[in-house]
T-cell receptor
Framework: GAVVSQHPSWVICKSGTSVKIECRSL??????MFWYRQFPKQSLMLMAT?????????EQGVEKDKFLINHASLTLSTLTVTSAHPEDSSFYIC?????????????FGPGTRLTVL | KQEVTQIPAALSVPEGENLVLNCSFT??????LQWFRQDPGKGLTSLLL?????REQTSGRLNASLDKSSGRSTLYIAASQPGDSATYLC????????????FGKGTTLSVSS
């Protein structure tokens, strides 16, 4: 139980295009989802927190107009990187929290590797 | 603001050695502390989760301890194997409900045969 999937697992795009990454909780309802970014040989940095049905809360330094987050249902959150540039190339990982017995644990997706040419 | 530090940044040991990875956090008001493993280019694998009320957790050859008062956690790996080679990340769970784990930079472990 408590499985989180991400799609796609990797994507290559041209500079200036937009890329959408999906994060799904497969067997539980995710009241909160988190998006992290990881540059090579660095740790995971939290980008934003999203609660179902409300606007995402972005961490300082993360452009909300560039990284659009939608958490339209309790099982799906999407991250859209708009007008991507090479410096946006990174590993994007989502995680989800639920309520109930496992409410204080985060479950992580497998990550999406984005390469912007 | 919570900060998580991991020492050492990298560690190389021969197969069979017992080893300890260290994690420290600045704010002792945590809900839990979690250790993950990350293989190159891959996602996270959860190893051990220690609740704030617990002192340690064990899984196979792994043992993680938590000392909230000193802001420290250790991950002990017994009888290391080449397959243990990976980056180990420590993450602190803030006490506020619904907030995200804060990660350290990790310790990259290399176990030689």
């Amino acid at each position: 139980g408590a499985v989180v999937s991400q799609h796609p697992s990797w994507v290559i795009c041209k500079s200036g295009t937009s890329v959408k990454i999906e994060c799904r909780s497969l067997d539980f309802q995710a009241t909160t989802m988190f998006w992290y970014r990881q540059f090579p040989k660095q740790s995971l940095m939290l980008m934003a927190t999203s609660n179902e049905g409300s606007k995402a809360t972005y961490e300082q330094g993360v452009e909300k107009d560039k990284f659009l987050i939608n958490h339209a249902s309790l099982t799906l959150s999407t991250l859209t990187v708009t007008s991507a540039h090479p410096e946006d190339s990174s590993f994007y990982i989502c995680s989800a929290r639920t309520s109930g017995r496992l409410y204080n644990e985060q479950f992580f997706g497998p990550g999406t590797r984005l390469t912007v040419l | 603001k919570q900060e998580v530090t991991q020492i050492p940044a990298a560690l190389s040991v021969p197969e069979g050695e017992n080893l300890v990875l260290n994690c420290s956090f600045t704010d002792s008001a945590i809900y839990n502390l979690q250790w993950f493993r990350q293989d190159p280019g891959k996602g996270l694998t959860s190893l051990l989760l220690i609740q704030s009320s617990q002192r340690e957790q064990t899984s196979g050859r792994l043992n993680a301890s938590l000392d909230k008062s000193s802001g420290r956690s250790t991950l002990y790996i017994a009888a290391s194997q080449p397959g243990d080679s990976a980056t180990y990340l420590c993450a602190a769970g803030p006490y506020q409900a619904g907030t995200a784990l804060i990660f350290g930079k990790g310790t990259t472990l290399s176990v030689s045969s």
